[in-house]
């Protein structure tokens, strides 16, 4: 069945550290995002992808960085420099057709906490 | 700028009764989607239903039917008949037509928590 895949399941950062959370899809879309959720509240935009080997930022770029070589694949990486990381990380993928009716179809997330 | 409101933190329903949880937007744009998810607890966002801007009549899916009142810029989900699984946040989300900018994301709704209660 095709899907998308997130991993770790769960992630503990220790301060200073960078780390990389996984996306890989198998649905053929060329448009990738990455979203944070903070407990009871809605989902952010971090970054979005079109199309391989471009990408851009979204609404909370700040403190993460990403990367797309390849269609099935857009690792979220989260620095040093984001100083409030712990949240919810939540993956999506969709056709970037023009019409707006493409729902997006999201992974299982990943949870991301501060030692 | 777009946004999403949802004025309802949580919401209590009766098993087998409908219950409808409010989404309210704003949009410039005249062509845009809004789409309805489930979150249960595990985590995963579940598409539910989805109404277009220029669509005339309401979606539905199942026991889902959404409430497009496009003049009061409103899109109310309706879940009859409720069952125990349906227990799990909600959000509203809405993507306007970037043409431009190419930008397809959403913007969500802070969310309504849902209880059916048996």
């Known amino acids: 069945d095709g899907g998308i895949t997130q991993s770790p399941k769960y992630l503990f950062r220790k301060e200073g550290q960078n780390v990389t959370l996984s996306c890989e899809q198998n649905l053929n879309h060329d448009a990738m995002y990455w979203y944070r959720q903070d407990p009871g509240q809605g989902l952010r935009l971090i970054y979005y992808?079109?199309?391989?080997?471009?990408?851009q930022k979204g609404d909370i770029a700040e403190g993460y960085s990403v990367s797309r070589e390849k269609k099935e694949s857009f690792p979220l990486t989260v620095t040093s420099a984001q100083k409030n990381p712990t949240a919810f990380y939540l993956c999506?993928?969709?056709?970037?057709?023009?019409?707006?009716?493409?729902?997006?179809?999201f992974g299982d997330g990943t949870r991301l906490s501060i030692l | 700028a777009q946004k999403i409101t949802q004025t309802q933190p949580g919401m209590f329903v009766q098993e087998k009764e409908a219950v409808t949880l409010d989404c309210t937007y704003d949009t410039s744009d005249q062509s845009y989607g809004l789409f309805w998810y489930k979150q249960p607890s595990s985590g995963e966002m579940i598409f539910l239903i989805y109404q277009g801007s220029y669509d005339e009549q309401n979606a539905t899916e199942g026991r889902y039917s959404l409430n497009f009142q496009k003049a009061r810029k409103s899109a109310n989900l309706v879940i009859s008949a409720s069952q125990l699984g349906d227990s799990a946040m909600y959000f509203c989300?809405?993507?306007?037509?970037?043409?431009?900018?190419?930008?397809?994301?959403?913007?969500f709704g802070s969310g309504t928590r849902l209880q059916v209660q048996p």
């Open positions: 999506a993928s969709s056709n970037p057709d023009r019409a707006s009716n493409q729902p997006q179809h």
């Open positions: 989300a809405m993507r306007e037509a970037f043409a431009d900018t190419g930008r397809r994301a959403l913007t």
């Open positions: 992808s079109q199309i391989v080997n471009d990408f």
